[in-house]
T-cell receptor, first 114, second 115 residues
Framework: ETGVTQTPRHLVMGMTNKKSLKCEQHLGHNAMYWYKQSAKKPLELMFVYNFKEQTENNSVPSRFSPECPNSSHLFLHLHTLQPEDSALYLC?????????????FGNGTRLTVT | AQSVTQPDIHITVSEGASLELRCNYSYGATPYLFWYVQSPGQGLQLLLKYFSGDTLVQGIKGFEAEFKRSQSSFNLRKPSVHWSDAAEYFCAVGSPFSNDYKLSFGAGTTVTVRA
């Protein structure tokens, strides 16, 4: 039990599909993040929400759309993805959006775009 | 902006032997420094962190890391490796001058442990 739960664990979708990734944290944290992890590349920060407000959009294409309805839940809505979007998508949370709060990660969603 | 380099893509070590993973960073001041570990099929777990003070920091699972300002390095060490230490290790750097928690991660080092 990591305290940060991501569903689904695996997702295969076609380029015309619409799907959503879900993240829930049980740690009472106020900041939540989406990261993209591709093989042998550094983790790429996609979005940051701090107290439900989006504070970072790291030049992510509009085919990725985040949603944070409350401090415990984070979604990543996907539509018209490209094969190069296949990757492990990691959700993380931290106590707040400051540099002294360590990140707690979920186990990720392995996304394959066909 | 900060950046992180992990020079070793893959390291193989025998069980019971010592392990050292290298991390070099680029930043104009003393950054926040972290090591994370990722086991297969899992997310990243924090091993240890350095913000200030004693340059030798102890972490979980018997790991330690030493901050060397002169070398811009934050190398991770373990005196005796166990088979369960086989995983991918990530060094990360954060800025202490912003309220935004933007970590820069290295590309990772994969550790294989042989019996």
């Amino acid at each position: 039990e990591t305290g940060v739960t991501q569903t689904p664990r695996h997702l295969v979708m076609g380029m015309t599909n619409k799907k959503s990734l879900k993240c829930e944290q049980h740690l009472g944290h106020n900041a939540m993040y989406w990261y993209k992890q591709s093989a042998k590349k550094p983790l790429e920060l996609m979005f940051v929400y701090n107290f439900k407000e989006q504070t970072e959009n790291n030049s992510v294409p509009s085919r990725f759309s985040p949603e944070c309805p409350n401090s415990s839940h984070l979604f990543l809505h996907l539509h018209t993805l490209q094969p190069e979007d296949s990757a492990l998508y990691l959700c993380a949370s931290s106590q707040d959006g400051t540099g002294t709060s360590p990140l707690h990660f979920g186990n990720g969603t392995r996304l394959t775009v066909t | 902006a900060q950046s992180v380099t992990q020079p070793d893509i893959h390291i193989t070590v025998s069980e019971g032997a010592s392990l050292e993973l290298r991390c070099n960073y680029s930043y104009g001041a003393t950054p926040y420094l972290f090591w994370y570990v990722q086991s297969p099929g899992q997310g990243l777990q924090l091993l240890l962190k350095y913000f200030s003070g004693d340059t030798l920091v102890q972490g979980i699972k018997g790991f330690e890391a030493e901050f060397k300002r002169s070398q811009s390095s934050f190398n991770l060490r373990k005196p005796s490796v166990h088979w369960s230490d086989a995983a991918e290790y990530f060094c990360a750097v954060g800025s202490p001058f912003s309220n935004d928690y933007k970590l820069s991660f290295g590309a990772g080092t994969t550790v294989t442990v042989r019996a």
